[in-house]
């Protein structure tokens, strides 16, 4: 599946600017800087296709991806989400991120499953779990995924997994299973496109 090629598709800043439901989708989320734009950049081999910052808020719309074909005919739709809980942008622009990325959690028929990541240094922090709340009372499925392993060290990496296994133990539709992952090192890459893969062919 990572083998075909990945084009930009589609950007949305609003529900109604959404592409048209077409191939499985499958989303990224996470606070900001938390290393969405990055991971997925790992995911499909591509260096800079989409668009990574040291200074968080980069992502600002929903920017569609699309693996093995275009708009019409792609298998596999990857979409990079704007970061919550960024505190440096207005109280507007928060309303409208959060209201496109609600909107389109909530009602997004052919998405399959939303990878909620966690920087790997902190674990999860307040805006994440309002995330899971959402996620949660939309009943849409996710998977934890733990992000820049190269800075963790291993001790720490594993105690982090366990206690974020813990977290999301009772929460229902979140998948008990946690990946670590760097985008440096490509650790985790292969797991986390092995899972989206596994999605796929359900
Ligand atoms: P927003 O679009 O602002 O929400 O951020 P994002 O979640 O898309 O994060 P982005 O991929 O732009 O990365 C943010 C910063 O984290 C950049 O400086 C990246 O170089 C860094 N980063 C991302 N992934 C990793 C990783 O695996 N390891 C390390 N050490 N740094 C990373
Ligand atoms: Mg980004």
């Known amino acids: 599946l990572f083998a075909a090629e990945c084009d930009f598709l589609w950007a949305a800043s609003s529900v109604a600017s959404l592409p048209p439901p077409g191939a499985p989708e499958i989303a990224f ?6 290393g969405k734009s990055s991971l997925l950049n790992a995911l499909t081999n591509r260096k800079s296709l989409a668009r990574t910052s ?3 808020g980069r992502t600002r719309e929903l920017n569609f991806f699309g693996l093995g074909g275009g708009i ?10 704007p970061g919550y809980g960024y505190a440096a942008a207005s109280k507007e622009q928060i309303a409208s991120w959060t209201q496109l990325m609600q909107d389109y959690l909530r009602g997004r028929a052919p998405l399959l499953r ?7 240094r902190h674990g999860l922090k ?4 309002e995330m899971m709340d959402l996620l949660d009372r939309c009943a849409l499925s996710y998977q934890i ?3 820049k392993q190269d800075e963790v060290k291993e001790a720490d990496a594993a105690r982090r997994i366990e206690e974020t296994l813990k977290a999301i133990e009772k929460r229902p539709a979140a998948y008990p299973q946690a990946i670590f992952t760097s985008s ?4 985790g890459v292969a797991e986390l496109r092995a899972a989206i893969a596994r999605l796929l062919a359900e």
């Open 29 to 34: 989320a996470g606070r900001s800087n938390v």
């Open 54 to 56: 040291h200074t968080p």
């Open 72 to 81: 019409d005919d792609a298998r596999l739709r990857l979409v990079d989400m």
């Open 114 to 120: 939303a990878f909620v990541l966690i920087d790997g």
């Open 126 to 129: 307040p805006p994440d779990y």
């Open 145 to 147: 995924v733990l992000t």
């Open 184 to 187: 440096r090192t490509a650790d």
